[in-house]
């Protein structure tokens, strides 16, 4: 037998006799009572079974000299629960992460979980649809006001959902301008205008700043994308199609061509 069994067994005959057995018999009483639950939430700390503690343990997360292991297992537990739903506590890892049934977020606020703005993202509930025009050509804008026609966009918008909101767009691949001097923008009133053709009444979707589209004397420009702002949802309500204008176009000079125009409707779902 090694030492430390030897001890162990003396270590018992120990027990025995303390507890007032001598008859040479092994009273295992005490082992059995060092391995008994300890009182909930006991503060002791002299035998293993005081470290691990008993089911009835109040969960912890404080780091103290008097908490048990089952204590300190139950907090962790609790910090890893799914929070109600869009609750703004921001105190565990499972705050911030948040629960599926979270309110879909596109505000950055402080308030609000992970779920929250992925499902924003995902869809502002869910989707985006573009519907652009037929490319026209050209789009001539002279010396003198006039509204000038843009291509049409016709919507077929998605069936069961609601439209959350609706933004203009036009895209033109070059400007060309034929005035000789240098040519931009000339008034503060200008603006690409939607409406349906019913017709509704037109609105204005983007603005068109004075000075701006500034062309060399007789250059050539590239084009871009220029896209508006406001919401537009009020006239874009649903499919059909939508008729495009520049309302008071002029410019300084005769005149600024847009070459490979086309216009396009951006419609948010909820």
Known sequence: MTERGSQLIRDIGGLSSRSGNVSGE????????????????????AFIRDVLGGKADTASTTLVDTDSLVS???????QHLIPSADST??????????????TASTSVVDTDSVVSYLKGLLGLDG??????STMA???????TEADVSMPDVIVVAASGKTIKR??????????????GTVNQVLGTDQAIQVRDDSPSAWVSAITIPDNSLSTGASATEGGQLMLGVG???????????YNFQWVNADMDGASLTFHDVTTYLLVEYN
């Open 231 to 241: 919401d537009i949802k009020a006239t874009v309500d649903g499919s059909d199609t």
């Open 127 to 132: 989707s985006r649809e573009v519907f652009p």
């Open 166 to 179: 609706v933004r203009a767009a036009w895209s033109w691949r070059k400007q060309v301008d034929s005035s």
């Open 137 to 143: 050509a050209t789009v001539v804008v002279s010396a």
């Open 89 to 102: 506590d921001n105190i565990v890892i499972s705050d911030v992460l948040g629960g599926k049934a979270d």
């Open 72 to 78: 300190y297992i139950k907090g962790l537990l609790n």
């Open 26 to 45: 092994v009273d295992l009483s005490a082992l059995e009572n060092l391995h008994a639950i300890p009182d909930v939430d006991s503060i002791a700390n």
